[in-house]
């Protein structure tokens, strides 16, 4: 039986592009011309997924989302245009259970085309979300973060200034920006270690992603660039259409950011191996956690996989609480994963890599 979806936008041309895009991907499509539609057509019928527009005339996209996932909750992708407003409202999408988004081309037609390898493996890697999954992200959230505030089995109140500075990476994608975010929120603002994030997002989306991430963290959370101190307190997100590198400042030895131009032609940028394999050059593996979360595909698998041969301790995330088990297994099933932990204890492993040696076996 075709699986089916249901095309949003209030844009005859991008509905009938869309439909074309996902016939020939053997699904069978559903179309809504405004959000008023789409809460009743989605509602009343059974959709394996719904692409939603932000911008649209009776409800927006997130009015959409909020009915649909309070109600019926459903796999949701968001294609939108780009703008400063509506990346925010994209990010409050995610926050209410949309599971991805793609950026619109600014001139429809033949740009919309353009993305059409993006459309198709973003949906093809959605439609395997299980359902049961999409009830966890969004009815288990707001009580995680809120277990997570109150841990008590680690002192936050007793970290200590480390001379010997370590590093955390972590690389996310599909489903990853409410674990990054409560990554953010839990950890205190005398957490001894810096923490550098590549999640897959498009240009300009990161800014906000690390705006939004700095006004509900004690850490200084920042988008990366170049020359940006890599230092305790201090949580840095990939830019958007730039791979994150590091370096060392030749005055004083502290490492730096670097953004890095797409020269190896990867699919994501920034790519969680670019991130993993830059810091090996420059970090010793032995100061490095590296953890992969959720997502779509194998970016970070190999990267993990060199870090963890050279001495670093490395997390991937269980398919029991990935929104997407895709980055996280591929790091498994290739050997580069030293611990296979779900969610709740990667964030307690965190916690405990910069507590006190008579705390980390808590």
């Not at 259409?241 to 699919?267: E, M, Q, Y």
Request: with cysteine.
């Amino acid at each position: 039986m075709k699986k089916k979806v249901l095309v949003v936008d209030d844009s005859a041309l991008v509905r009938r592009i869309l439909t074309k895009i996902l016939t020939d991907m053997g699904l069978e499509v559903d179309t809504a011309k405004d959000g008023k539609e789409a809460v009743e057509k989605a509602l009343s019928k059974d959709y394996d997924l719904i692409t939603v527009d932000i911008e649209m005339p009776h409800k927006n996209g997130i009015q959409v989302i909020k009915e649909i996932m309070d109600r019926k909750p459903t796999r949701i992708l968001v294609i939108s245009a780009y703008t400063t407003e509506d990346a925010q409202l994209t990010l409050e999408a995610l926050d209410n259970g949309a599971l991805g988004f793609i950026t619109k081309p600014s001139k429809i037609g033949t740009s919309l085309q353009q993305i059409e390898e993006e459309i198709k493996q973003k949906v093809s890697e959605i439609l395997k979300v299980p359902k049961f999954k999409i009830l966890m992200n969004r009815k288990k959230a707001s009580k995680l973060k809120e277990e997570f505030l109150n841990l008590k089995s680690i002192d936050t109140g007793s970290y200590d200034p480390k001379e010997d500075l370590k590093y955390i990476l972590i690389g996310a994608s599909t489903g990853g920006p409410r674990l990054i975010e409560t990554i953010a929120v839990t950890l205190p603002e005398n957490y001894p270690y810096p923490i550098c994030v590549v999640q897959h997002m498009p240009v300009n989306f990161t800014k906000k992603f690390a705006e939004r991430l700095n006004s509900l963290s004690k850490l200084n959370v920042v988008e990366a660039s170049n020359g940006e101190e890599v230092v305790p307190g201090k949580m840095i997100i990939g830019k958007g259409g730039w791979h994150l590198h590091f370096s060392r400042r030749s005055t004083d030895n502290t490492v730096i950011c670097k953004l890095a131009p797409n020269t190896a032609g990867r699919f994501f940028v920034p790519s969680v191996d670019e991130m993993f394999f830059s810091a090996l050059e420059v970090i010793d593996p032995k100061k490095i956690m590296a953890i992969l979360l959720t997502g779509i595909g194998d970016d970070g698998a190999d990267g993990m996989v060199a870090l963890k041969k050279a001495g670093a301790y490395t997390i991937a995330e269980s398919e029991e609480t990935a929104i997407v088990y895709g980055m996280p297994k591929e790091a498994y099933l290739r050997g580069g994963a030293t611990k296979v932990l779900p969610f709740p204890e990667i964030v307690k492993e965190i916690l405990r890599f910069g507590a006190r040696d008579e705390l980390q076996k808590v």
